[in-house]
Each structure stands twice: as structure tokens, then as C-alpha cells.
């Protein structure tokens, strides 16, 4: 069997993280089995679906590396097929038109409520006569056309994350609804999602159903028309939901959630991948946990796919960024970094490109997400800073402003600077003024920076001084001594 599965996302909004974590399930184990990965856009709802969204899911899921095979397909392009197959169920006999009004279903459930009962459609309309069905039209009601279920039924079948599982006909609320009402002479209207996306599947020709543990009750109404349209019934995965810290499934009231935000945020695509992965699966050897995308396909199957949701923890997809960027080359790192530094309004068009390569490669080691860098890197790009309070009660110990005037002497001397020239003038100053080379090198920070911790003194200072704002730092910092 040829593995076929699609990722099915709904353009009435951005792309969000549990679709994004669904779409990489659906990618590992279409690339794990030489398959295929289908994007379908059902996109029927037409009063929320927007361009924009549409054009959001395939950028974000190009962004992340998630390539689809086929499509993108459209809902919207397939009605017809909708429609022959709700007329199918018709003609068998398995659906029927249901003419309540809202204000019946609404009577209806409140009723139920008040004994105590589950709500639900009662199958009311199930075996209407036709002088029945003619009274109703005569009242000018438009049908809804609804699939018979079969409260006795248990629906079984095999999960291939879950293992068994079972649900009962008389859970799934009364007969479902499989088309709306007619807006037209039509005797019916649009198809509804389950039925939709049955036919898609069985069209699309798709061996494995990947998604979210939150469409398990769909999978059971969804394997009753699957047999009602005598198809093969795909094998079903429902895979753990992504959850907050309160355990609750995450969604936008938890902040970022879209891939959108992510991006924006600084996090790489590969480093959110590879986290999106580790929320519900692990890696065979589970002290791995940096990995590509191909490294994890390699491995994937769906019987590693935790049943428990998974907590979504900022920390861990933090260490993960930072581990991808430490490791990323400082050329490749300074393309990516440039945008946040204009952003920021920092003037690095006028920056040799060399200088922004050393600059990145210092700063680097701090960062956990892109966005890091403007901080970081704040003291390169402005002719002004505040010091801190600590570099401040450094700057006024005793000595202090004797080292910095010597410093300023033995710049001023240079020009520019080597870095044997920063080892020598730092071991002289220390020398000449008896004093210990830690209180050199902290006034030194101090007075270039503003700061009593940071990256390399030494690189820091080559790089001011290329820029000659080192001596112009150093004299400031002897002003706000004295002043």
C-alpha cells in the first residue's frame, strides 16, 4: 500500500500551531514511507474563509519546510462531488430531508435539558410521509438533509496511536446533519464537513488520517458514511493536543499561536519543527533532541506518538532556538539578523559587511532568539548609554578613574588597535597603576559598555574601536565620574 496522507486546514485564520504540529505528523510519516502529502484547503465556509489565510498556511508551511506533493486543493472547486454523493446516501435510503426549524431544535434541547438528558436531534423527521414532507414545503421550510446513525451501533476501530477504540451510536447526538438547507430551488444546499471531507479522502485516495485527538467523535459519524458510500475506511491516528501550563488545550487566549507570531518572535523554522516534534513524539534514542527534519523522518512512526497531551513550554523551544543558532555559520546568521537590526532602526547599511560578521559571531552565544539581537547588540549602534547601577558603583571605586585615564592614553597613542595591542595596554595599566587586572577589565567593560557583564572584553573593544567610539566611551565615562 502506498502511504497517502494530507494535511486539511481551514483558511479562516492564520496558521496555527496545532495544525502546523498536525502537518508535520502528516509530513514525517508520508516521507518515513516514500508517500505522499497532500494540502487540501476546505475553505466551504465562506462567510469566515479569507484569501489572506489561505496564502498564510501555504507560506507558513513553506517557511517551516513542509513541502507538500500535491495541491493545494480547494472545497470549493469540488461541490459537485458533494453533491452526488449526498444524493447517493438519498437514493439509499440512508439520509432523509429534516424540515424543524430552529426554534423547534431549540425547544427540543431545552426539554431534553430539563429531563435531564443529553441534548440531541430526537430523529423527529426520520420517517416523514410524503403528504408530510409536502405540508412543510407548503409552509415554505427548506430542508437540512440528515445522515440516519444508528444509536445501537458501536463504532470500533483500530487507532494507530490510540489502539482500540470505541464509540456508541447513541453518543454521536441523534442523525447528522450532511447538508445545509437550500438557498435556491435546490432541493438541498451546501455538504457539511463530515461528509466533505469523507468524500475528499476517498477521492484523494488517502491510506492514513492524521490529526487531533479532538476530531475522534467526527472519526465515528465519519466511519458510517465511509461504509454508507461502500469505501475503504482509511486507518485513523489522533494524535495528542497541544496544551498550556494549566493543561487545557492552548489556544489564543495562551498569546502567540501562530506560526505567523513565531516568525516574528525570532524562533527559526527548523528549531520550531524540531520542537513541534518533541510535543508528542520522542526520537529512538530519547537523549536526542536537536534533529532535522530528514533525521526525524527517518525514524517516525506513528507508534511512538504519545497518547498524553504535551504541555507547551517556552523555555525548552527557547534552548532549542538557541542551540540553532550557535551553531549556525556567522555569514548565514548575519542574513538573518539584518532585518531585526534595520527594524530597530540601527544604521547597518553603512556597516562593512566583515564588521557585522565579527559583530554576530560575538554575540551569538547570547542569543536565544533572533529578536535578542537588538538588545545585545544595542551599545554597537548608539552614541549614547545608560550605565548600570553595579557599573556604576564600579566606575566610582577608588583608582578607577586613574585606570580609565590611562586607557584613554594608551588609545589615543594606537590609532586602531590590534588585539595584542588590548593584552599589552591592559597588562601595563595594570602594572603602572599596582592594581589587579580583574578591577582593569571590569572598568574597562564598564566604561565601554555600560555594563559590568557581557561577551568578550577583548572583541568588544577591537570592534568599538573600529568604529572609534572606544576613546569616545572612555572620555564619557571620565565625565560622568567627575560630573
Known sequence: MSVRVRIAPSPTGNLHIGTARTAVFNWLYAHHHQGTFVLRIEDTDAARSRLEYTENIKSGLEWLGLNWDEGPFFQTQR???????????????????????????????????????????????????????????????????????????????????????????????????????????????????????????????????????????????????YEALDAEIPIFAHSPLILNQEGKKLSKRDGVTSIDDFRKMGFLPEALVNYMILLGWTFPDSTKEIFTLEEAAAEFDLDRVNKAGAKFDWDKLDWINSQYLHQMPADQLTDLLIPY?????????????????????????????????????????????????????????????????????????????????????????????????????????????????????????????QLGADKTRLQQTLAKIAG
Open 79 to 225: 461541490l459537485d462531488k458533494y453533491q452526488q454523493a449526498v444524493q447517493t446516501l438519498l437514493d439509499k435510503d440512508l439520509a432523509y430531508p429534516c424540515y424543524c426549524t430552529p426554534e423547534e431544535l431549540e425547544e427540543m434541547r431545552e426539554t431534553q435539558k430539563a429531563m435531564g438528558k443529553a441534548p440531541g436531534y430526537d430523529n423527529r423527521h426520520r420517517h416523514l410521509s410524503i403528504e408530510e414532507k409536502q405540508a412543510f414545503e407548503a409552509q415554505g421550510r427548506k430542508p437540512v438533509i440528515r445522515f440516519k446513525i444508528d444509536g445501537d451501533r458501536t463504532i470500533i476501530w483500530q487507532d494507530a496511536i490510540r489502539d482500540s477504540v470505541s464509540w456508541q451510536g447513541s453518543d454521536l447526538g441523534g442523525d447528522m446533519v450532511i447538508a445545509r438547507a437550500a438557498e435556491s430551488d435546490e432541493p438541498y444546499g451546501q455538504a457539511l464537513y463530515n461528509l466533505a471531507v469523507v468524500v475528499d479522502d476517498i477521492d484523494m485516495q488517502i491510506t492514513h488520517v492524521i490529526r487531533g485527538e479532538d476530531h475522534i467523535a467526527n472519526t465515528a459519524k465519519q466511519i458510517l458514511l
Open 341 to 465: 537590526w534595520q527594524e530597530a532602526g540601527y544604521t547597518v547599511d553603512k556597516m562593512d559587511r566583515g564588521w557585522l560578521e565579527s559583530l554576530t559571531a560575538l554575540t551569538a552565544p547570547t542569543l536565544n532568539r533572533l529578536t535578542d539581537v537588538i538588545k545585545e547588540t544595542s551599545v554597537f549602534f548608539s552614541d549614547s548609554f545608560e550605565y548600570s547601577d553595579e557599573a556604576m558603583d564600579l566606575l566610582q571605586q577608588e583608582g578607577v578613574t586613574a585606570i580609565v585615564t590611562e586607557i584613554i592614553q594608551g588609545v589615543s597613542n594606537a590609532g586602531s588597535i590590534s588585539q595584542e595591542d588590548t593584552q599589552a595596554l591592559i597588562k601595563q595599566v595594570t602594572k603602572s597603576q599596582k592594581v589587579k587586572k580583574g578591577l582593569v577589565m571590569r572598568s574597562l567593560r564598564a566604561s565601554l559598555t555600560g555594563e559590568l557583564h557581557g561577551p568578550d572584553l577583548t572583541q568588544t573593544w577591537l570592534l568599538l574601536n
